[in-house]
Every structure is written in structure tokens, then in C-alpha cells.
């Protein structure tokens, strides 16, 4: 398994809530546009400690920001925020398969999670989630998909999803074309066009 990524990571890098950056890491304050024909799905896994539930979500938007699905659910417990997130991930690809997406780049404001999907070597306490993302990423359903790294900042609409599922015990698992009507004014905001995101592929 072999992702490509922006910079070399390691487990001696991050701690174990996955969401420390090191200097000078170029991050985005704002959600970025995927290049025309394929689609940015932001994930997040609302983790507060090994004993309860926690809220997860994935939201899916084109190059014009448009939102196409989202979905969120409660997961049952994990022992850290990196296997939440890692599920997460897991479950937004399988559900982007089953849509047939074809072109994807999943973004992720988890450090630790898309660093154990850059170098699994590196976490072998995480390889049963690992080898599992490998699989269906290397489904004949996808053309191409990418694991890309973002700020807390470029990522809040899938956080506040996420946030909302224990936050307001909104546990009933749901997905959905278009966006949340209560973020619309943000989605809106975010969709004005910027610049295109550069990323790098799967191979």
C-alpha cells in the first residue's frame, strides 16, 4: 500500500489526538475547490473519550462547491480519536463506492489518520483499519482517490456535523443529496470560488 502525501510523516511526529502540526506545515485556512470532474469529501470523527459514542460525519462537494451527499452517524466506542477518524474514513469511502463517485479526494483534519494511511509501517497497532481502507480504496469503483491532510479551519461544516450527533442527540444514522439547511449560508460562503486544490494522487 502505497499513498502519496505532501510531506513524510511518522508516529514520532503526532501525538495521539492526531492534530498537531509541525512548523511551517502549508495548511489552508479555507475549504479549497477540487479540480473540475472530481469531488472533495471532508470527514470527521467527533471523539471525546474511549467510552462513549462518537459523531461522525462526511460531506461531498464538487468543484463549485456543491454539495452532492452528506451523511452522518454514531459510532460506537473507540479507544482514540485516530481509530474514530480511521473509521471514518472507512465508512465514507464505502459509502462513495456504493455511490459510484469515481474521482475523490478525502480530506481529513486528522494528522495521525492520513500519516498511518502514508506510511502504515509506521502503525502497526491501526493495520486491520489500514489494510481495510487499502482494499476499498483499490476498488474498481474509484478512477482515482486521494488522502489529503487540511486545517481544523478548512474543515468545520463536516466538524460541526460530527459535533451535532452527540452534541444534540441526533443519533439516527442518515444520507442525504445536497447539504444540511442549517449550514447553507456557511456552504454558500464556502462554494465562492478561490483557487483549485492541488493535490496528489493514489498510486
Known amino acids: 500500500m502505497g499513498y502519496e502525501f505532501y510531506q513524510r510523516l511518522n508516529a514520532q511526529q503526532i501525538d495521539t489526538y492526531g492534530t498537531c502540526f509541525p512548523r511551517g506545515t502549508p495548511l489552508d485556512l ?28 462526511w460531506i461531498a462537494r464538487d468543484c463549485r462547491g456543491r454539495v452532492l451527499y452528506h451523511a452522518r ?51 502497526p497497532q491501526y493495520r486491520r483499519l489500514l489494510d481495510e481502507i487499502s482494499r476499498t480504496a483499490r476498488s474498481l469503483s474509484f478512477e482515482f ?17 460530527a459535533y451535532s450527533v452527540v452534541k444534540d442527540g441526533r443519533y439516527n444514522s442518515y444520507l442525504a443529496s445536497d447539504g444540511p439547511s442549517w449550514l447553507s449560508n456557511r456552504i454558500r460562503s464556502e462554494a465562492q ?7 496528489i494522487p493514489y498510486r
Open 30 to 57: 479555507r475549504w479549497c475547490h477540487p479540480c473540475v470532474g472530481y469531488v472533495k469529501c471532508n470527514v470527521n470523527a467527533d471523539w471525546r473519550n474511549p467510552d462513549t459514542l462518537s459523531g461522525v460525519s
Open 193 to 199: 470560488p478561490r483557487y483549485v486544490f492541488r493535490f
Open 145 to 161: 482517490i486521494a488522502f489529503e491532510v487540511v486545517s481544523c479551519h478548512s474543515n468545520t461544516i463536516a466538524r460541526d456535523i
Open 73 to 123: 452517524e454514531a459510532f460506537t466506542e473507540s479507544p482514540n480519536r485516530i481509530v474514530a477518524e480511521l473509521r471514518c474514513i472507512l465508512w465514507a469511502i464505502q459509502s462513495l463506492r456504493d455511490l459510484r463517485v469515481g474521482k475523490v479526494i478525502i480530506s481529513s483534519d486528522c494528522q495521525a489518520a492520513i500519516a498511518a494511511l502514508n506510511n502504515p509501517r509506521y502503525w
